[in-house]
């Protein structure tokens, strides 16, 4: 069994330019969600995935956009970055619906410049 | 609106002393609760539900509705315990959609 894995790990971009994250889900999970953790602070939720689609969101404007592809690997989509977006962004894998554990990835550490 | 506070930032013991993590929670509806625990160059990952009821490491965490509380306790702490800590709620009981405090530092001193 695969644990959560995250690409990359550490990300330089440049303020209004685009970055777009990676994760792989947990062998057996068909639900991906994802967090934005700044430093000092708890992780605040994205959105989440389910079969494909978009299954809530949290606080995040629409420039924060994502995508799951049939294997339930997921994307995380950010344009027009700001500085503040500078962050720890947390993917998280979980089963189906019912099994609330979730499996966090490593991170990928975004600093916008 | 749905929060869950951690009112210490930072908690140092010394190794042998008990120690309880404070965490407590706004939720209209029943929560289901959660520790997470990050040790030093690790991932995130689960330490407790309250569901499980269970024991894990030597630490419990108690569901108070009346207090909306989900405190962590340990009777006597170890070095090895030293880690960030964070309560979380899972937002309308689906998996991965959960709500975190700030988290705790524990640090445990010889």
Known sequence: ETGVTQSPTHLIKTRGQQVTLRCSSQSGHNTVSWYQQALGQGPQFIFQYYREEENGRGNFPPRFSGLQFPNYSSELNVNALELDDSALYLCASSGPTGVTEAFFGQGTRLTVV | ?110
């Open chain 2, 1 to 110: 609106a749905q929060r869950v506070t951690q009112p210490e930032k930072l908690l140092s013991v010394f190794k042998g002393a008990p120690v309880e993590l404070k965490c407590n929670y706004s939720y209209s509806g029943s929560p289901e609760l959660f520790w997470y625990v990050q040790y030093s160059r690790q991932r995130l990952q689960l330490l407790l539900r309250h569901i499980s009821r269970e024991s894990i490491k030597g630490f419990t965490a108690d569901l108070n509705k009346g207090e909306t509380s989900f405190h962590l306790k340990k009777p006597f702490a170890q070095e090895e315990d030293s880690a960030m800590y964070y309560c979380a709620l899972s937002w309308n009981n689906q998996g991965g959609k959960l709500i975190f405090g700030q988290g705790t530092e524990l640090s445990v001193k010889p």
